[in-house]
């Protein structure tokens, strides 16, 4: 369940990374904070209940319309897989298909928003565990994992810590690589909270609508520039639509007994 409010002010940065960091610190005494899927190998990283700043203020770069900042609370601690989908996950679930030994690790792409929850329907009838695509908001707060800028690694991104079109920097920002391809998962460095590539190489699929006739997608892509990649960047796509960075992460919701500890 998620709760959202629109805040007066906005809380300083130290201390939102010291309550999260605490948050998930007192979350993982009880429940592992990684989880492994035994059918795909898939790792999942614990995100703990907590509150967070959505959005983007008016005075960050790039920022957009539909970005209008307002806190959002997580009501329960959730799983969050620490790697978009690979290719090798992908056919494990949905084919006998073999997976060349090096595309294995590059991230599943050309899916529509259907693709993604046959997926997680398939996934889900094999084990008791629910898995689902995460709302948005879920997305925006595993992608912060207690910052409150416009990336998790600071006001700033370069190319050498995620996979985006180094072609288009925002303002401040030095020009940097274009790769023109999606990299193997896990080619940078995790943010806070140990979840990969949140920041480009392919856009995720989330379960919310942006308008009547659009989901939500949200991350970037290695086709786009830096303002795609941050935290709070709303980005669009109807349904049926697919493309070549455009694939998915999944969450897992917690079971009644690890919920009970």
Known sequence: M???SVAPGVSSRALLVICAVVTLAACSRSTPARWIEPTTGMEFALLPAGDFLAGSPPSEPGHQGDETQHRVRIERPLYMAAHEVT??????????????????????VDINWYDAQQFVNRLNSEQRWHFRLPSEWEWEY??????????STGQLLS??????????????????????????VGSFAPNQWGLFDMHGNVWEWTNDAYDAERKVIRGGSWRFNADSARCA??????????????GLRIVRDLADEERAR
């Open 142 to 151: 595993g992608c912060r994992a207690g910052t409150v800028t416009a990336y």
């Open 2 to 4: 998620i709760e959202e």
């Open 233 to 246: 960047l709303r980005y669009h796509h109807r349904p049926q639509d697919s493309g070549d960075s455009l």
């Open 87 to 108: 290719r090798e996950q992908w056919a494990r679930v949905m084919s006998a298909a073999a997976v060349a030994a090096d595309e294995q690790r590059l991230p599943q």
């Open 159 to 184: 190319t050498t810590e995620a996979n985006y079109n180094g072609d288009g920097p925002l303002p401040g920002q030095a020009s940097g690589e274009n790769r023109r391809h999606a990299m193997p």
